[in-house]
């Protein structure tokens, strides 16, 4: 073989070269940028809509859809998050006992509420601005609810004004305020919540602070500029990382509440109690137990592990609500075993608006029902009055 084949021989082959190079564009920091950096999780692809399975299903869908900060807002918890874990957590520790015998189709779910006939449990939360999720946000969740029979509260942050969610459908509404410490806009506030229809009101008094670590890094939440400490003569400065505005509430508020209200008045954010018993000494008609899912007070119990102690306070005299944390059918069975007279889903809602809009909206609610459903056939309940603490066994640490 004379030089020039040996040279020939030793090179690289044209197969060699391209090999070469796309091995050097794949190790490139360059394409390593374009990566998503929140690969799907499980899944290998994008389930479709036919294949939504439960409520975790919708979640990696809708943190597809949307910027990360959307996805990030909705998500996070206060600081170390424990409070949120422990939400999920807190099911693990309480196990489903009971015998069978019921077929899911003869399960009656209904219930009523403050004289209002409710064919099931399961309401939702108020959650802040849905447009951010999807166009329609609260139109469409509020269309999604009605399709459902199911009680909607709407949230004071909401992206669309409550007359206009009001008109998109006619389910049943209930309307969700932070109250000021000046009266007159309460007072306009709950007017014009009335005038719309609102048939309860509802009072958070849970989310003194929040302070969510993981966003530090962000600066836009849930799509607009992140927020820190305003300026402003109506939110003068303080030192506890949040506007004036949300930290003044006493129990004397529901005092002043109380006689602009003509319909039902609930307290949302109890988790001792003593704090449900203060709340009934000062006027409110029904407790929502929450931790606002993890977004309040970080190192706070979850609402599961709670829940009997605030049941047992309250005595029958008023309803007593739930959230934070639910998911499935079962945790609702939970939770009405340990006394609740209703659930609310947060994120989960959010998870199926944000995944299919409208019709994801509706899907979770569907799939959460029958799972209830399905529950109580399992334990034998056909009715919510046959559920009681015998169908539960609690292991709280
Ligand atoms: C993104 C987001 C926004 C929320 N906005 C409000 C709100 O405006 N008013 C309110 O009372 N609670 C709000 N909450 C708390 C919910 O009403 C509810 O307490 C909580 O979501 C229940 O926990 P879960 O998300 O685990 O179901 C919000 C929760 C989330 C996740």
């Known amino acids: 073989m004379g030089k020039i084949e040996q040279a020939w021989s030793r090179g690289f082959s044209r197969r060699e070269a391209l090999a070469g190079l796309a091995s050097f564009l794949a190790a490139s920091p360059l394409l390593h940028a374009q990566r998503d950096p929140w690969p799907l999780g499980p899944h290998r692809r994008f389930l479709g809509f036919d294949e939504m399975r439960d409520v975790f299903d919708f979640e990696p869908i809708f943190r ?61 939360a108020p959650t802040s601005r849905q447009r951010d999720l999807h166009p329609d946000g609260e139109l469409g969740m509020h269309r999604a609810a009605t399709t459902t029979s199911t ?32 009266m007159d806009p309460n007072r306009e506030a709950l007017d014009a919540g009335l005038e719309a229809g609102a048939q309860a009101f509802v ?9 969510y670590e993981r966003d530090l890094h962000v600066r836009h939440l849930g799509g607009r500029p992140r927020q820190v400490q305003r300026r402003t003569p109506r939110n003068p400065p303080n030192p506890y990382r949040v506007g004036a505005s949300r930290l003044w509430y006493e129990w004397t508020l529901f005092d002043d509440l109380r006689p602009m209200i003509e319909v039902p008045m609930l307290a949302k954010g109890i988790l001792t109690g003593d704090g449900a018993k203060k709340c009934l000494e000062h006027g409110v008609d029904g407790i929502i137990v929450s931790n606002h899912g993890g977004r ?8 599961l592990e709670v829940l009997a102690e605030v049941v047992e306070a309250v005595g029958g005299r008023v309803p007593v609500l739930i959230d934070s944390g639910f998911r499935r059918g079962a945790d609702v069975l939970k939770a009405l075993a340990l006394g609740a007279d209703a659930v609310c889903l947060g994120r989960a809602s959010r998870w199926g608006l944000g995944a299919f809009g409208e019709p994801g909206a509706q899907k979770v609610l569907e799939i959460v029902n029958a799972e209830l459903k399905q529950a109580m056939a399992s334990v034998g309940a056909a009715s919510l009055a046959a559920i009681d603490r015998h169908i539960v066994k609690t292991n709280f640490p």
Do not use: C, K
């Open 151 to 182: 009680t909607m509260i709407v949230s004071n942050s909401s992206s669309f004004q409550f007359p206009e969610i009001a008109e998109a459908a006619d389910g049943p509404l209930w309307y969700q305020r932070y109250a000021t410490r000046q």
């Open 64 to 124: 597809a859809n949307v910027p990360l900060s959307i996805y990030d807002y909705t998500a996070h918890g206060t600081e170390s998050e424990f409070t949120l874990r422990r939400n999920r957590d807190a099911f693990d520790w309480v196990q489903l006992v009971g015998g069978g015998g019921v077929d899911p189709a003869d399960v009656d779910t209904s219930t009523e509420l403050f004289g209002h006939q409710m064919p099931s449990p399961i309401m939702l």
């Open 203 to 211: 009072v958070t008094i849970d989310q003194q602070a929040s302070y």
């Open 296 to 303: 309040a007070l970080d190192y706070g119990p979850s609402t």
